[in-house]
């Protein structure tokens, strides 16, 4: 057998500011070869999880420990994400994919605009996870807006993924107001047809949300945004945090543009972490879910072995003070219409 898998220490949080539980302090990663997790953390009852599996590879057995959140249509969101933007299609998305799964990630961020969902497919298929241990969302692109634009693009979005359901389906961005509530109603609609298990958006402001909850019948139970100390949208947080809407953060590492940050520096310097790790590490006690990307494995690893440390509240005050309204790549929330 080639892995052997475990869970482990729970604990539940009501406080959303407390969604990410410490997990008992442990190893880093290692291992290249995987495993299977035991699906027992997904029949949960608490809003939080802290979980512990191996991976073992010729070296021998490690423990990677995780959190998972859960969502507010009762599944459970694996605390990191790989995220796969800009990891080209073929050799280096699948590789991505591959390395990440074998490193302990259990949870694949992709688009139908990347390119590559294909890929992401393949590599799940292929890292011998079975399918109900890896969390897998892809988001609508815009040019499928309308209800049967919609509907052919989440069947098409199965049959590129290899995958009789998606765990989750965004829409990508607010898009075109006109048609936006008919795109929801398909997305329920898979919902019912046993084709996605969660729905959620990405990119909505507060009014966006607002707009949506006059015509939607589920509501959506993740926002994706951009979300890192220097983009922190307060409006949004407070209101997903009041709805139970669980915030994801994209480009948590603000596309590696501030990794020399002085302050950041300093902070992982004291704490013997990396500035990525202080990131994603903010990300998390904020109650964020991040979704890094990275195609070394290297830096997959460390960027996984973030709970085994914690930031005081005076670092997490001097993160939080370095806001600046940087935009890294797009901004739907500022510039599309409600
Ligand atoms: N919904 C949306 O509109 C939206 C928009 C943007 C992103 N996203 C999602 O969020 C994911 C992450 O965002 P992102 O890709 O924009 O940016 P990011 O994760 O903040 O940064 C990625 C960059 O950081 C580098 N990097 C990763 N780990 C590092 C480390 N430990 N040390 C140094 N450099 C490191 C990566 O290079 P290497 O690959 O060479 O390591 C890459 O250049 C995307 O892949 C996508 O899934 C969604």
């Known amino acids: 057998m080639r892995v052997a898998l475990l869970l482990l220490a729970l604990m539940s949080v009501t406080d959303a500011r407390e969604q990410q539980p410490k997990c008992p302090a442990q190893t880093s990663l290692f291992g290249a070869a995987l495993q299977s997790l035991e699906s027992a953390w997904l ?59 074998k490193l302990g990630y259990r949870h694949i961020d992709t688009a139908q605009i990347y390119g590559n969902e294909a890929d992401v497919g393949r590599a799940v298929a292929d890292s011998g996870l079975p399918r109900d241990q890896v969390f897998i969302t892809t988001k609508m692109w815009t ?67 607002l707009k949506l909850a006059e015509t939607a019948s589920v509501k959506p139970a993740v926002n994706q945004i951009e979300l890192h100390p220097w983009q922190q949208r307060p409006d949004v947080e407070a209101h997903c945090r009041a709805e139970g809407i669980v915030l994801e953060a994209y480009s948590p590492l603000a596309k590696a543009q501030k990794l020399g940050d002085p302050v950041v520096r300093q902070v992982a310097e004291r704490l013997g972490v990396t500035p990525a790790q202080v990131l994603l590490r903010w990300s998390l006690q904020k109650g964020f879910v991040p979704l890094p990307k990275s195609n070394s494995p290297d830096r997959q690893r460390s960027n996984l072995d973030v709970f085994r440390f914690e930031l005081g509240a005076e670092d997490m005050a001097t993160l939080d003070g370095l806001e600046s309204g940087l935009v890294t790549g797009w901004d739907p929330i500022a510039n599309n219409p409600v």
């Open 43 to 101: 029949r949960s009852a608490e809003n939080t999880r802290c979980w512990s599996f191996a991976v073992k590879d010729t070296d021998g057995e490690e423990t990677v420990n995780m959190n998972a959140v859960r969502l507010n249509s009762g599944h459970m969101l694996p605390s990191v994400g790989l995220g796969v933007y800009k990891s080209a299609s073929g050799g280096e998305c699948y590789q991505a994919v591959l390395s990440a799964l």
């Open 143 to 209: 040019s499928n807006w309308g209800f049967d634009k919609a509907a052919a693009g989440i069947r098409q979005s199965l049959a590129e993924l290899g995958t009789p359901y998606v765990d989750l389906f965004l829409l990508h961005a607010p898009g075109d107001p006109a048609t936006r509530a008919d795109t929801w109603r398909a997305l329920e609609e898979a919902v019912r047809e046993g084709l996605i298990r969660s729905i959620g958006v990405s990119n909505f402001g507060v009014p966006h949300l």
